[in-house]
């Protein structure tokens, strides 16, 4: 895993460190994860980190594609390693649980606006909400 990871760094002009090593390799073990939650699995990996070196990170992989920032309403911001293909994702109200859903229908944006107001649309966030089936089973 190090080597594709530390490969897919130097790809995108990231200097490898090993903080950003497990940081982004963290991120594709736990995919929807926050950044607190991401580091508390650096630590666990590596020892000690900061927190603000976490975000600063987070925010270097978002710049340069190889993570996607998605920020569902009343949620704290959640990374993924799944980016470039305009996924969408499903949420559960209940326990928070997220999975990706594959775009709607057609190619991406894979939606089209009523009126673009002359924007070239490249992307479309869709988050689709309920309850999973282990919540609607559990509850009273």
Not at 11 to 24: D, E, F
Not at 57 to 84: C, H, M, N, W
């Amino acid at each position: 895993m190090s080597n594709g990871v530390e490969r897919l760094l130097r790809q995108h002009g990231v200097q490898v460190t090993a903080q950003r090593l497990a940081i982004l390799s963290a991120v594709s073990c736990r995919p929807h994860a926050t950044a607190d939650e991401l580091t508390d699995d650096v630590r666990a990996a590596i020892g000690s980190i900061s927190r603000q070196a976490v975000y600063d990170t987070l925010g270097v992989l978002v710049d340069k594609y190889l993570v996607r920032r998605i920020q569902p309403a009343g949620s704290a911001a959640r990374f993924e390693t799944r980016v470039g293909d305009n996924h969408h994702h499903l949420i559960c109200r209940s326990c928070g649980r997220t999975f990706d859903v594959d775009c709607a229908v057609g190619t991406v944006p894979c939606l089209t606006a009523g009126d673009d107001h002359g924007f070239e649309i490249d992307e479309a966030e869709v988050i689709y909400w309920g309850r999973c089936e282990s919540c609607r089973t559990t509850a009273p």
